[in-house]
């Protein structure tokens, strides 16, 4: 259980990324007074929250739906964290686990952030959603592994909401470089847990007998 919950941890901050969003929330929320931003934070970490975890409970039952293989989604989701790994390496954004230029454009001109882009795609991206959907079938019928799974990414919510309350600290404290750094270890580690999923998806296919 110990290993699920450090895997579980690692992939779900890696893919949800509590730090940028902590530090694109100022910049989303200017104009907005203290009370409006705090109901912004919770409203939109609420909602990220309902479709990650819905993603999570039921993910396996549209995949049997969908007539998609556990390695097959194994392989697919550890292309799609390898991809989300590297833009936190190289500290670029390509819109697999943060907004693009144009999601940013609109949502400048939107009144309402919570919805979008802060729900949806920066909290609870494509990344983060595959995340859910992979980590919870690899855990199988095991309990104590499912609820890992599930504690660790209630965690990584809850550790967004307070670092969202925070966002001005924590640009101070870390600034461009500290964001950088501790985005660059995950985004290692994330790479390497990727890569396993490829690994454990081609041999569990059987297209290669190991």
Same mark, same amino acid.
Not at 70 to 87: H, S
């Given at each position: 259980m110990n290993e699920t919950l450090v895997i579980a941890f690692t992939t779900f901050f890696a893919t949800i990324g509590p730090i940028d969003v902590a530090v694109?929330? !100022?910049? *989303?929320? $200017?104009?907005?007074?203290? $009370?409006?931003r705090w109901r912004t934070a919770v409203r939109a970490v609420f909602l990220a929250s309902c479709l990650l975890y819905a993603f999570a409970l039921f993910g396996q039952m549209l995949l049997d $739906?969908?007539?998609?293989?556990? !390695? %097959? *989604?194994?392989? #697919?989701?550890?292309? *799609? *964290? &390898? /991809?989300?790994?590297?833009?936190?390496? &190289? #500290?670029?954004?390509?819109?697999? %686990?943060?907004?693009t230029e144009d999601e940013d454009r609109e949502a400048r001109?939107?009144?309402?952030? #919570?919805? &979008? !882009? /802060? #729900?949806? !795609?920066l909290i609870a991206g494509p990344g983060a959603i595959g995340a859910a959907i992979l980590l919870m079938t690899n855990a199988g019928n095991n309990l104590y592994q499912q609820l890992a799974v599930v504690s660790s990414l209630g965690f990584v919510l809850l550790l967004t909401l307070t670092l969202m309350f925070m966002s001005g600290q924590v640009q101070r404290l870390l600034g461009v470089t500290g964001m950088n750094v501790v985005s660059r270890i995950f985004g290692l580690l994330l790479t390497a847990l990727a890569v396993q999923f490829v690994f454990d998806g081609i041999k569990g296919s059987g297209l290669i007998n190991v």
């Open positions: 694109m929330y !100022p910049v *989303l929320s $200017r104009g907005m007074t203290s $009370r409006q $739906r969908l007539g998609i293989s556990i !390695p %097959a *989604l194994q392989t #697919a989701g550890g292309i *799609l *964290l &390898f /991809l989300v790994g590297l833009d936190m390496v &190289f #500290a670029r954004h390509s819109g697999v %686990a943060s907004t001109e939107r009144k309402d952030i #919570a919805v &979008f !882009p /802060l #729900a949806t !795609p």
